[in-house]
């Protein structure tokens, strides 16, 4: 189909216009999913872990199909790919950390604390969030947010800014379970982890997901 991926382009907007620019509109929603099933893959080769046979039989059999059937047979594996994956980093922190959870359990207070340092260094787009919440001290206006992610980010990057908005609800709610000493929900550290590594529509969709997992369990704590 094409012999580009996500890789080889600096950000998500380079590969997206790539895409709208050589491939014909009819291919182009099967060729973004290739690219997201690619990434994927390389996820498993920075971690020298072989991309599980299942995933790649199922590869080799969607390529046979045709469209509209190809691509929306792609979509569904790649969400199983993404909770393939979601899976093996929960099994890989667990495995390093049972050992010490088994001598000193760790409280809900650290746990949450631990995903917020570990966001603020590794998670660009929080980090952007932490840096301008501490400059402003607690004088949040919209617009100077709007203003300084832009600038940051680029006026372009649309899915990239929507995307650290939606660190300030994720900010938000941590805090919150923070404060009151609330267990995460099951999965979530490790969700959050691999969060920002995501492109693409899997990026928003597992965003929201998490966000409103949050919140669901903030509210039956309000009410209870």
Same mark, same amino acid.
């Given at each position: 189909?094409n012999?580009?991926?996500?890789?080889d382009?600096?950000?998500?907007?380079?590969?997206?216009?790539y895409? #709208?620019?050589?491939?014909?509109? @009819?291919? %182009?929603?099967?060729?973004?999913?290739c690219?997201r099933?690619?990434?994927?893959?390389?996820?498993?080769?920075? #971690?020298?872990?072989?991309? !599980?046979?299942e995933?790649? =039989?199922?590869?080799?059999?969607?390529?046979?199909? #045709?469209?509209?059937e190809?691509t929306?047979?792609?979509?569904?594996l790649? %969400?199983?790919?993404?909770?393939g994956?979601?899976k093996?980093?929960?099994?890989?922190?667990?495995?390093?950390e /049972?050992?010490?959870?088994?001598?000193?359990?760790?409280?809900?207070t650290?746990?949450?604390?631990?995903?917020?340092d570990?966001?603020?260094?590794?998670?660009?787009y929080?980090? =952007?969030?932490?840096?301008?919440?501490?400059?402003?001290?607690?004088?949040? $206006?919209?617009q100077?947010?709007?203003?300084? /992610?832009?600038?940051?980010?680029? !006026?372009?990057?649309e $899915?990239? /800014?929507?995307?650290?908005h939606?660190?300030? $609800?994720?900010?938000?709610?941590?805090?919150?379970?923070?404060?009151?000493?609330?267990?995460?929900?099951?999965?979530?550290?490790e #969700?959050?982890?691999f969060?920002?590594?995501?492109?693409g529509?899997?990026?928003?969709? %597992?965003?929201? @997901?998490l966000?409103?997992?949050?919140?669901?369990?903030?509210?039956?704590?309000?009410?209870a």
């Amino acid at each position: 189909m094409n012999d580009k991926t996500p890789s080889d382009f600096h950000n998500h907007d380079e590969w997206l216009s790539y895409v #709208r620019e050589n491939i014909p509109a @009819t291919g %182009q929603p099967y060729a973004l999913a290739c690219g997201r099933t690619e990434l994927f893959r390389s996820f498993y080769a920075v #971690r020298e872990q072989t991309f !599980p046979t299942e995933f790649a =039989l199922e590869l080799e059999r969607i390529r046979t199909l #045709r469209e509209p059937e190809r691509t929306s047979k792609l979509e569904t594996l790649n %969400q199983r790919i993404l909770a393939g994956l979601t899976k093996y980093l929960f099994d890989k922190v667990r495995a390093k950390e /049972i050992v010490a959870d088994a001598i000193i359990p760790i409280s809900p207070t650290k746990e949450v604390q631990h995903l917020l340092d570990y966001l603020t260094e590794k998670n660009p787009y929080f980090a =952007l969030w932490i840096v301008f919440k501490s400059c402003v001290r607690g004088n949040f $206006d919209a617009q100077s947010w709007e203003d300084y /992610i832009r600038k940051e980010l680029g !006026p372009e990057s649309e $899915d990239d /800014i929507a995307f650290t908005h939606a660190m300030v $609800d994720l900010d938000k709610f941590l805090l919150y379970f923070l404060d009151r000493n609330l267990p995460l929900p099951k999965y979530f550290f490790e #969700r959050c982890w691999f969060l920002h590594y995501l492109r693409g529509p899997e990026r928003m969709l %597992q965003t929201r @997901t998490l966000v409103n997992t949050l919140a669901a369990e903030t509210e039956a704590c309000a009410s209870a």
